[in-house]
């Protein structure tokens, strides 16, 4: 359980600038624990599970701790926050998460921990015994520097600072791109067609991965039942296969949801191809698509996108700030890009997605959320803000001229005219 440090009047005051009431598991931890907190994720089938991070590097779990998910080497579950020792002081930057679930951690030296649901070797520890506590992988990887994570439902990848992919786990539609349809218990590098060509960005459906090569090329593996990997057809690839429907577009960016994915280009243009059934694609109608369309080529240069596997809801973000949902939202099937009031896409998972899970962790910023009439009391009687001493009953109080001036005729009356007093302390 963690036991929080005294914080005084003043770092109370301060709040996370999440609105914690969006997220239903977060609102039950008490609020000098929340101030602490500087990184935190909500994951698992139903939502139920959370990792967080405090300023002070600590990491911390709780919910229901299915497949041993928390990391706390124990099956119980449980509404306080416990602490991940193994994560602690590791300066832990990402976290991915899978279905079963299974949870990968990397941290700011490129190294990858992982536990959680292991029966198809998602967690890359050379066999299928499933991990209680965070452990690090190092079979192929050591020595390499990881730059991303992500995680289909169970299967995992990592992308290097040198721009290679390697994959790892549940295999039984070619998602780890080894060519074969057998799974994968440490991470192997992925090759095939892609080269030596260097990748910038990688993301994971349910049993299908994407990268994005530094040309701006972006290849498809794995189950292509509804046209995912946007190849032109419905074939299940073991080996990546470039996304020839993209010509012209240089992409950046992809996100996949359950069986969908959505590419952003240099120039701020959306792209969508793949499972369409309650309008993730939007396009305005729920027809699969097995090549990539442009879309939302009305609502401005988009920054940023988002999806996850967990779900079917799509999130943009343009130029301008203004935040962009469609797909499954709230049980609602919303087929065109449509405007929010929210100013980040994690408000859009925890409000609409279903299950409601951050598609990536929320790094947490803080805002004074002080009233006014706090501030002011502080200030009473404050020598180093005060511009006017009273001497009451031998004893000198400290105020502040203007505030005299604003709630007192009197007072106004006399640091506004030609009164004795005007000058004098």
């Known amino acids: 359980m963690y036991s929080g440090k005294q914080l005084n009047s003043y770092e109370s005051s301060f709040t996370a600038s999440l609105n914690v009431d969006k997220w ?53 579950s449980g509404l306080e926050p416990r602490r991940i020792d193994q994560l602690c002081k590791k300066n832990v930057t990402d976290f991915a998460y899978g279905s079963g679930p ?11 921990f992982s536990w959680g649901h292991n029966g198809y070797c998602q967690l890359g520890n050379g066999g299928s015994s499933q991990g209680g506590i965070p452990t690090l992988i190092t079979v192929n990887l050591s020595g390499r520097k990881i730059l991303q994570i992500a995680c289909g439902s169970h299967h995992s990848m990592a992308l290097t600072s040198d721009g290679e992919v390697f994959a790892w ?26 080269g030596h060509r260097r990748a910038v960005c990688i993301a994971c459906g349910q049993t299908s991965s994407v990268a994005v090569l530094d040309n701006g090329d972006v290849f498809g593996w794995g189950y292509n039942g509804n046209g995912q990997l946007g190849l032109g057809n419905n074939v299940n690839q073991p080996n990546p296969c470039r996304v020839s429907g993209l010509q012209g577009a240089f992409i950046t960016k992809v996100a996949c949801g359950y069986a969908h994915t959505l590419a952003m280009s240099d120039d701020g243009e959306l792209y969508s191809w793949g499972a369409n059934s309650y309008g993730q694609l939007g396009t305005g109608n729920k027809a699969n698509l097995v090549t990539p369309i442009r879309i939302a080529s009305d609502k401005g240069r988009f920054v940023d996108i988002a999806a996850i596997h967990y779900n079917h809801i799509s999130v943009g973000v343009n130029q301008m700030g203004r935040v962009f949902m469609w797909g499954q939202c709230r049980g609602q099937s919303v ?38 009439a706090d501030s002011l009391c502080r200030a009473f ?23 005299l001036i604003i709630r007192c005729e009197h007072f106004r009356s006399m640091f506004q005219s030609e009164w004795l007093e005007t000058d004098k302390e």
């Open 24 to 76: 239903p598991m977060f609102s039950l931890l008490e609020p000098e624990f929340l101030c602490q907190i500087r990184m935190m994720c909500m994951f698992g089938t139903a939502g139920n599970e959370a990792l967080l991070v405090t300023r002070d590097d600590d990491v911390y779990a709780v919910g229901s701790n299915a497949s041993s998910c928390l990391g706390l080497g124990e099956p119980l």
């Open 381 to 403: 009687d404050d020598p180093g803000t005060a511009d006017v001493r009273f001497s009451v009953e031998g004893r000198m109080i400290h105020v502040h001229k203007a505030i």
């Open 169 to 194: 786990g549940q295999n039984n539609c070619g998602q780890v791109g080894s060519g074969s349809t057998s799974n994968q218990a440490s991470p192997r590098k992925v090759t095939s067609s892609i």
């Open 335 to 372: 087929t065109l890009p449509t405007e929010t009031r929210f100013e980040s896409m994690n408000d859009v998972f925890a409000c609409f997605a279903m299950p409601a899970v951050t598609y990536k962790p929320l790094e947490v910023g803080f805002a004074d959320t002080r009233k006014i």
């Open 102 to 112: 299974h949870v990968l951690a990397l941290t700011s030296n490129g190294d990858i």
